[in-house]
């Protein structure tokens, strides 16, 4: 589990492509390797990897074919900067909000624009994905806690200040580029809850039916 504030900002160093898989080579930068061990759990850009060997600057980390085809990391070059965060332990401060590193998808960035000193990005995201996208909901792009700020039907809005835009890296981001997303836990769990009937296990909800107060109650969430 992780918090979406991120600790350093760090490179590729190495990508090796194995199959349909990745094994990565990450340096990185200010984050504090001393109590990083094997099997841990580093946040790269969003997506949880699992430290398969240690270094003294850096790690490396396999990414799955699953995990490659939903972020990303298929396009990323040696060389590209990634935002990093270690996971949480019990006596972490929750400064940003519940992110578990596994991405969504991708979404697209359809405008960039200043708003006095902050910037304020237009995004795109995948297909089936809006619906859990609120007006002030939170949000996590490539592994970084944020508010959404205003939603227009598909795409939605963010506003980066400039101690964030400064630390990760946000502020490289320009139009036309791509951030790996993960939308609110919650949201995702709640659908789950609110369209699975129990009459089959291996039922698939195809398609979540429109949130009414009737079916809020009927699945308990008012009395």
């Not at 190495?14 to 109590?35: M, N, P, Y």
């Not at 405008?111 to 949000?139: C, M, N, V």
């Not at 200040?161 to 769990?189: F, Q, Y």
């Amino acid at each position: 589990m992780f918090t979406g504030i991120i600790e350093s900002v760090g490179n590729l160093r190495k990508i090796e492509r194995r199959g349909d898989d990745i094994r990565l080579t990450v340096a990185c930068g200010k984050l504090d390797l001393s109590d990083v061990k094997l099997g841990d759990s580093i946040a790269t850009n969003g997506v949880c990897l699992t430290v398969v060997e240690c270094l003294s600057d850096g790690y490396v980390a396999d990414i799955s074919a699953e995990t490659v085809s939903l972020t990303g990391f298929a396009h990323y070059q040696v060389g590209q900067a990634v935002n990093l965060e270690k996971a949480v332990t019990p006596t972490t401060r929750l400064g940003g909000h519940m992110v578990s590193g596994h991405v969504d998808g991708v979404a697209y960035v359809d405008d960039r624009q200043y708003r006095g000193k902050a910037i304020e990005f237009w995004l795109t995201p995948p297909q089936g994905l809006a619906r859990y996208i609120a007006h002030k909901g939170s949000i996590t792009i490539d592994g970084v806690s944020l508010t959404v700020n205003e939603v227009q039907g598909e795409r939605f809005r963010l506003t980066i200040v400039p101690h964030t835009a400064g630390e990760t890296t946000l502020i490289n981001l320009k139009t036309g580029d791509s951030v790996n997303i993960e939308v609110d836990l919650i949201a995702r769990h709640l659908e789950r809850l609110m369209t699975y009937s129990g009459h089959n296990a291996d039922e698939t909800v195809s398609k979540a039916p429109e949130v009414t107060m009737d079916l809020l109650a009927r699945s308990g969430f008012l009395r």
